[in-house]
């Protein structure tokens, strides 16, 4: 099934991915059907009329819960007058309901043998990417007089789909059926209820924090209007802005994510299909995006993270004490340890952000408990990035799998297996260690130093990471400096020679603070040059480079997320114009993917395309391209945090016009922020 044909709806870890006519029909390397907590409880669901298929007429996508498709059947050339229309509604919110209304529009009554086939493969989402077929489990169909119970089965996992209906039905093992006699502008109906249960022993249900059976829409849309109304306003003289705004918040609460052991609080999850659940980089950039927006996500991420903190040397989950989790799954693999997400720390950036947002949490929020709570968590991820991500004993964090078989590889942002390259295009050898990731270590000590200071009565600490700090930054600037290029490597191999590259990591070193101030204008001058900025935004990797590929998973796309945190730091060191430059560009390319930025795409230059090109598999909505226009806005706006109280310092690209951001809640309240545009783009981008 193509991207273009299917219809999404979604709440948390719960979406359905079906044709436009609402129809499932699964394969084993497709991600359609309904799926939750990392299973796949629907791979079939098809509904015909006299054993003959719908086609759509339309279909709304209502909100991010919920759509309704128009059908009739027969083939396009058959229904131009259509005796017969078949309305299906649907929605998700921990179960699945779907509502069948049949409309006769002849002039004489009708017979009808309605039919939905129903089975599932219960494929884990991780069998599904890496298109695994065969299931070591039993696969059972039981029907009853009132359910159809479909069931997997391996031990003590067990995983069942329940369907239901209000009308009589006649349940088989493959679906059930009604017969149905319409008299002429007669209608009729069924709601279907579709139950997953997550089994453990005994048959206990896991699952926790389920909305009650009949009321999910009523508390989804009165959670969407709390979350709407709890969010600032936007009003905007450009349009486009303002709706990408408006979907990009509608998108982030439909990604809130309630882990099993929270009882109801959410997190961000990372991204549809794939990623939906807990990710500790991809949570925390997404938590540092939203902050003047939705700031209650922090807080629960912080503690899940904490929770789930290393706490022991573990080779297969390539945890160590004090490490952040990576990744953590709720299926049949991750159950059976096929694959080590139980939780998985195999990421070398997440430790290190976790400090950071602490202290970025408290500036804004003024939360001091929420620091206090977690001082041992912060020491212990300070501990870690000394004591055990300094694989060469150099000072440097480093990364490389201790699980061969089924760790990741790469352990930084840019995860794909070519994505660290030297400039002639040979990969480096292990371990390796990224550019960004230091610069998230030097700004941990900086942030945890003052929450030393202010917080834990601890000065001789601050002190000590102060100058741990200052060390790292000299010996970055020393070290990973290219003089022919005047840019940072992105890597070091364990001999120290320099992955010579100009990449857009260097962006991420302008918001950490680790960048040399004589040397900032050269790397502003580098991410908004003809290399690296396409026109839409910056580019993984440089034109020219090797291994550029404008389509190139983290060889020359360009992603959002990213694109978001160079602006950042580009207004960190001045440089408001060019950040200004690239907000522009990524911002432009929202209003070609209807406000809801992709993944990645394309890094084709923008003379050569009139709107971007998209990314063939790229998540969506991903929760930190969601929460990329909020930090562009934050950036644009120069909204900062200040001695307890909002600053702001406005920078907008010509054309724009006004832009009014109300009610940014903090510790000082909730103030109001206006800008208008000024800046000439255009002469400053050529």
């Not at 078949?86 to 049949?102: A, C, K, N, Y």
């Not at 849309?221 to 009003?235: H, R």
């Not at 200071?453 to 290219?482: H, I, M, S, T």
Request: charged letters at 25%; one cysteine or more; aromatic letters at 12%.
């Amino acid at each position: 099934m193509t991207e273009g044909n299917t219809i999404r709806i979604l709440d948390g870890s719960t979406f359905v991915v079906s044709e436009d006519t609402g129809d499932i029909e699964a394969t084993p390397s497709e991600p359609t059907g309904m799926f939750s907590l990392d299973t796949r409880f629907l791979s079939r669901w098809v509904l015909t009329v006299n054993g003959e298929r719908l086609n759509a007429l339309s279909y709304d996508d209502l909100q991010y819960y919920e759509a309704r498709f128009f059908l009739v059947p027969g083939m396009a050339t058959h229904y131009i007058d259509a005796k017969l229309s078949i309305i299906r509604e649907r929605m998700v919110g921990g179960s699945f309901r779907e509502q069948v209304t049949i409309l006769n529009h002849d002039e004489k009554p009708v017979d009808l043998q309605v039919r939905m086939d129903a089975g599932s493969d219960f494929a884990d989402l991780f069998q599904v990417k890496d298109e695994i077929v065969n299931k070591k489990g039993e696969l059972y169909a039981e029907a009853e007089a009132d359910r159809l119970r479909l069931g997997y089965r391996r031990g003590n996992f067990r995983r069942e789909t329940v369907i239901s209906c209000s009308r009589t039905a006649a349940y088989d093992r493959n679906g059930f059926s009604f017969s149905v006699h319409l008299e002429p502008n007669e209608q009729w109906s069924t709601d279907i209820d579709v139950q997953t249960f997550a089994l453990g022993p005994g048959g206990r249900d896991l699952r926790m924090g389920v909305r009650a059976h009949g009321n999910e829409r009523l508390a989804l849309q009165q959670d969407l209007q709390e979350w709407i109304a709890a969010a600032p306003k936007v009003n905007s003289e450009c349009e486009h802005l303002a709706r990408t705004y408006q979907r990009s918040l509608v998108d982030l609460a439909a990604l809130r994510f309630s882990p099993l052991s929270l009882g109801g609080s959410t997190l961000p999850a990372a991204g549809l299909p794939w990623f939906m659940t807990m990710f500790g980089r991809d949570s925390i950039l997404t938590c540092l995006q939203v902050l003047p927006f939705a700031p209650g996500l922090s807080k629960t991420t912080l503690r899940i993270l904490a929770s789930l903190q290393g706490t022991r040397f573990d080779d297969f989950r390539d945890e160590d004490p004090g490490r952040i989790l990576h990744e953590m799954r709720y299926g049949e693999t991750a159950a059976f340890e096929e694959q080590p997400h139980s939780p998985y720390y195999g990421s070398v950036d997440a430790t290190p952000l976790f400090v950071v947002l602490l202290d970025e949490y408290e500036r804004w929020s003024g939360d001091e408990s929420l620091v206090r709570e977690l001082e041992q968590e912060c020491r212990a991820a300070l501990k870690w990035i000394d004591d055990y991500a300094d694989l060469v004993g150099n000072g440097y964090i480093w990364y490389e799998r201790r699980n061969t078989d089924t760790g990741l590889e790469n352990q930084c942002w840019k995860d794909s297996w070519d994505s660290i390259s030297y400039r002639d295009g040979t990969l480096l050898p292990f371990p390796r260690a990224t550019c960004e990731v230091q610069g998230y270590a030097y700004d941990a000590k900086v942030r945890a130093a003052r929450m030393a200071r202010e917080f834990w009565g601890d000065p001789a600490y601050a002190d000590r990471l102060e100058r741990e700090a200052a060390q790292l930054k000299e010996r970055f600037n020393r070290d990973w400096w290219v003089d022919d290029g005047q840019f940072y490597a992105l890597a070091l191999d364990p001999d120290g020679r320099r992955a010579d590259v100009l990449s857009s990591n260097i962006g991420h070193l302008l918001w950490s603070g680790i960048v040399d101030h004589d040397r900032a204008e050269r790397i502003a001058e580098h991410l908004v040059g003809p290399r690296l900025f396409s026109g839409w935004g910056v580019r993984t990797l440089a034109e020219g480079e090797v291994r550029y590929n404008p389509i190139g998973y983290h060889n020359g796309t360009i992603w959002p997320f990213d694109n978001s945190f160079i602006a950042w730091g580009l207004r960190r060191y001045g440089f408001a114009e060019e950040a200004a430059v690239i907000a522009n560009g990524i911002l432009d390319a929202a209003r070609y993917f209807d406000g809801r930025l992709p993944e990645a795409f394309g890094g084709y230059q923008r003379e050569l395309t009139k709107f971007p090109v998209e990314y063939p598999t790229a998540c969506s909505p991903q929760a930190w391209s969601t929460g990329a226009p909020m930090l562009l806005l934050r950036t644009m706006l120069g909204i900062e945090p200040h001695e307890g109280h909002l600053s702001v310092e406005p920078r907008l690209p010509i054309g724009m016009g006004r832009i009014e951001v109300l009610d940014i809640p903090g510790r000082w309240g909730k103030v109001d922020a206006f800008a208008r545009g000024r800046l000439d783009l255009h002469n400053l981008a050529d």
